[in-house]
């Protein structure tokens, strides 16, 4: 009983992290494809890929805390072009990041909300 038991833990296991693997949990970059070429956003370790919608706004539920991700979101802006407001540029990429937020979800989650925009644009 105790192989059996342990054979399905193993498995199920195995699934979770395929499928966390698979959403970008233990990368700390998300590549996707954004007007017919492919863009890489930095994210934090542990940062599960949640989709995206609206005006290309990427999101991402974590666990790590706040002050871990504001950080996180300071390094990651300060090597941007900051152009105008809160949007910063990426000249290797031609895109312009013009949101970047971090808000509290249920239980101890974290979501992070990145808008994208192709080109130099300024909100």
Do not use: W
Not at 20 to 43: A, S
Not at 62 to 68: E, G, I, N, S
């Amino acid at each position: 009983m105790k192989k059996i038991f342990l054979t399905i833990s193993i498995f199920l296991l195995t699934i979770i992290a395929s499928h966390l693997y698979k959403n970008g949990f233990f990368k700390t970059n998300h590549i996707d494809t954004m007007y017919g070429k492919n863009i890489e956003l930095r994210v934090p370790l542990f940062s599960y890929y949640n989709g995206n919608g609206g005006m290309i706004v990427y999101r991402f539920k974590t666990f790590l805390p706040k002050k871990v991700l504001e950080k996180e979101k300071d390094l990651y802006l300060s090597t941007l072009e900051h152009i105008c407001n809160n949007s910063f540029y990426d000249e290797n990429q031609n895109i312009t990041i013009f949101s970047y937020n971090i808000e509290n979800s249920k239980l101890f989650f974290k979501n992070i909300y990145i808008g994208v925009e192709d080109g130099k644009y300024c909100n």
